[in-house]
């Protein structure tokens, strides 16, 4: 069961009724937990019910939702923004919402959203074997832009890759750290095919690197950085666990 918050002003409490009618009668396996109306309530009550899911809304009672996200920089939820703003879509997905969804908003619209994320949970183990056993070592460097300069990476020198809202922090090998000019996707697309595996929605880690995994919710790197694996991406990790017996 995939346990789900919603984080919005109080005087918009009908949001809460509806989702969870909505959802009670729905086929998606999610279940509305808890409710919030403030920034330091939305804090707290993620941190106690440990959501895979998090319902919220931009403007809330003390502040704006996003002062709710930056408390968890590496969280391991996906956030579905609702919301009667439009004025706020960018700033949504530079803290790398799942999803913006405008109110009132229909049934049809929220399943939508809702299969995107389930979809996305498991990919079949047959690809995950191809993806590495056909892992394309012909360019086993990267060209990294940084600032008006150029640096040429070796793969194998990458521990992981960190997003920085529209930037990308890359840790290397030997306690080095470079702020490449281009957004994680960039770099994912670039990456994913290589040997690099998505722990959540703002780290790219390289698989050479891990040195051990921690219930398959935590990956410990060759740096002993600890790398904490999203709800969505523990499916995958559990194949290429696999895969790599």
Same mark, same amino acid.
């Given at each position: 069961?995939?346990?789900?918050v919603?984080?919005?002003?109080?005087? +918009?409490?009908?949001?809460?009724?509806?989702l969870? /009618?909505?959802?009670?009668? &729905?086929?998606? /396996?999610?279940?509305? *937990?808890?409710?919030?109306?403030?920034v330091?309530?939305?804090? &707290?009550?993620? +941190?106690t019910?440990?959501? !895979?899911?998090?319902?919220? !809304?931009?403007?809330?009672?003390?502040?704006?939702?996003?002062?709710?996200?930056?408390?968890f920089? @590496?969280?391991?939820?996906?956030?579905?923004?609702?919301?009667?703003? !439009?004025?706020?879509?960018?700033?949504?997905f530079?803290?790398?919402?799942?999803?913006?969804? /405008?109110?009132?908003?229909?049934?049809?619209?929220?399943?939508?959203?809702?299969?995107?994320f389930?979809?996305?949970?498991?990919r079949?183990?047959?690809?995950? *074997? /191809?993806?590495?056993?056909?892992? !394309?070592?012909?360019?086993?460097?990267?060209?990294?832009?940084?600032g008006?300069?150029?640096?040429?990476? &070796?793969?194998?020198?990458?521990i992981?890759?960190?997003?920085?809202?529209?930037?990308?922090?890359?840790?290397?090998?030997?306690k080095?750290?470079?702020?490449? @000019? *281009?957004?994680?996707?960039?770099?994912?697309?670039?990456?994913?095919?290589?040997?690099?595996?998505?722990? @959540?929605?703002?780290?790219?880690?390289?698989?050479?690197?891990?040195?051990?995994?921690?219930?398959?919710?935590?990956?410990?790197?060759?740096?002993?950085?600890?790398?904490?694996?999203?709800?969505?991406?523990r499916?995958?990790?559990?194949?290429?666990?696999?895969?790599?017996?």
């Amino acid at each position: 069961m995939t346990i789900s918050v919603i984080i919005e002003k109080e005087n +918009k409490g009908e949001s809460f009724v509806y989702l969870k /009618k909505l959802l009670d009668n &729905s086929s998606f /396996k999610i279940e509305l *937990k808890g409710r919030a109306s403030s920034v330091k309530e939305g804090i &707290s009550l993620i +941190k106690t019910l440990n959501p !895979d899911l998090v319902f919220l !809304d931009v403007e809330l009672d003390d502040g704006l939702g996003f002062e709710v996200l930056e408390q968890f920089p @590496n969280p391991l939820f996906e956030t579905i923004f609702i919301t009667t703003f !439009d004025n706020y879509y960018k700033q949504a997905f530079e803290h790398f919402a799942f999803a913006y969804v /405008k109110k009132p908003f229909r049934r049809s619209k929220l399943e939508r959203v809702l299969n995107r994320f389930f979809l996305k949970e498991i990919r079949p183990l047959q690809k995950t *074997k /191809k993806l590495l056993s056909h892992l !394309d070592k012909t360019n086993a460097s990267i060209l990294i832009q940084c600032g008006n300069t150029h640096h040429s990476i &070796s793969l194998e020198e990458i521990i992981f890759l960190k997003a920085e809202v529209n930037y990308t922090m890359f840790f290397l090998t030997k306690k080095r750290k470079i702020l490449a @000019n *281009k957004g994680l996707i960039y770099y994912q697309k670039l990456l994913e095919k290589k040997g690099f595996f998505k722990a @959540n929605r703002s780290v790219l880690l390289n698989i050479s690197h891990i040195k051990s995994i921690y219930r398959k919710e935590m990956i410990i790197l060759s740096n002993r950085e600890k790398i904490a694996v999203s709800i969505r991406n523990r499916a995958h990790l559990s194949l290429l666990i696999e895969t790599l017996k």
